[in-house]
């Protein structure tokens, strides 16, 4: 008969919390720049001169089609061979920022390219310039559009933040990898980190959606 010890990793509570800790901390640093870069990229490719869009566009289908691991293992592992060398952390940041920028680059162009015509001129008759008719009249609504796929985006990247593991990140997965290596109970450790991404990932997204409309793109 098998029996089960959760209280044997239960114990352990300090270094799941700070576990968990560590990937809500790479999740807000990465959705804040990975964000920026999005919204900067989709309007590079929206708005931006031929060469722009050709740069953009190489790396946005450059991440979007090879997989996370390789990504983070490149930068960790490749990039000293540069003469460039990261910290986990760093390394994990870096990896999360570059993969959810190419793929917001996507989503909030998809959403820009929802603009009515109309809009865009009504406000060039205002004489507003460029950056005032992106900023107040084309990027609040398109954001607006786009939310909810941004924020499942963001929760896909929290999620694939468990492969950061492998490059010695303390995130949850390897508080909980660690964990089941000292007390051999490896069901019971990852049964308790997926009630965890679980709990994490549900309240991440409920509070982007309350987010979005109150501080990101206005009611």
């Given at each position: 008969?098998?029996?089960?010890?959760?209280?044997?990793?239960?114990?352990?509570?300090?270094?799941?919390?700070?576990?968990?800790?560590?990937?809500?901390?790479?999740?807000?640093?990465?959705?804040t720049?990975?964000?920026?870069v999005?919204v900067?990229?989709?309007?590079?490719?929206?708005?931006?001169?031929?060469?722009?869009?050709?740069?953009?566009?190489?790396?946005?289908?450059?991440?979007?089609?090879?997989?996370?691991?390789?990504?983070?293992?490149f930068?960790?592992?490749?990039?000293?061979?540069?003469?460039?060398?990261?910290?986990?952390?760093?390394?994990?940041?870096l990896?999360?920022?570059?993969?959810?920028?190419?793929?917001?680059?996507?989503?909030?162009?998809?959403?820009?390219?929802?603009?009515?015509?109309?809009?865009?001129?009504?406000?060039?008759?205002?004489?507003?310039?460029?950056?005032?008719?992106?900023?107040?009249v084309?990027?609040?609504?398109?954001?607006?559009?786009?939310?909810?796929a941004l924020?499942?985006?963001?929760?896909?990247?929290?999620?694939?933040?468990?492969?950061?593991?492998?490059?010695?990140?303390?995130?949850?997965?390897?508080?909980?990898?660690?964990?089941?290596?000292?007390?051999?109970?490896?069901?019971?450790?990852?049964?308790v980190?997926?009630?965890?991404?679980?709990?994490?990932?549900?309240?991440?997204?409920?509070?982007?959606?309350?987010?979005g409309?109150?501080f990101?793109?206005?009611?």
């Amino acid at each position: 008969m098998i029996a089960f010890d959760f209280p044997a990793v239960l114990t352990e509570w300090p270094m799941l919390l700070k576990g968990a800790a560590l990937t809500l901390g790479l999740t807000a640093v990465s959705a804040t720049i990975g964000l920026a870069v999005g919204v900067a990229c989709a309007w590079a490719r929206t708005y931006g001169g031929p060469a722009l869009r050709f740069m953009v566009g190489a790396y946005v289908e450059a991440i979007r089609n090879t997989p996370f691991i390789v990504q983070l293992f490149f930068l960790f592992f490749g990039l000293p061979s540069l003469g460039v060398k990261l910290t986990p952390e760093l390394a994990s940041v870096l990896a999360m920022v570059i993969n959810l920028g190419a793929y917001a680059a996507e989503i909030v162009r998809a959403g820009i390219s929802g603009t009515p015509r109309g809009q865009i001129e009504a406000a060039q008759s205002l004489a507003l310039s460029a950056a005032q008719v992106f900023t107040r009249v084309v990027l609040p609504p398109a954001l607006k559009r786009v939310w909810p796929a941004l924020v499942s985006q963001i929760v896909i990247v929290m999620l694939g933040s468990a492969v950061c593991s492998q490059v010695s990140t303390q995130e949850l997965s390897y508080a909980a990898n660690l964990i089941q290596s000292r007390n051999f109970r490896a069901f019971e450790s990852f049964i308790v980190a997926t009630a965890i991404y679980l709990v994490l990932s549900v309240g991440v997204r409920h509070l982007l959606n309350w987010a979005g409309p109150r501080f990101i793109f206005g009611r």
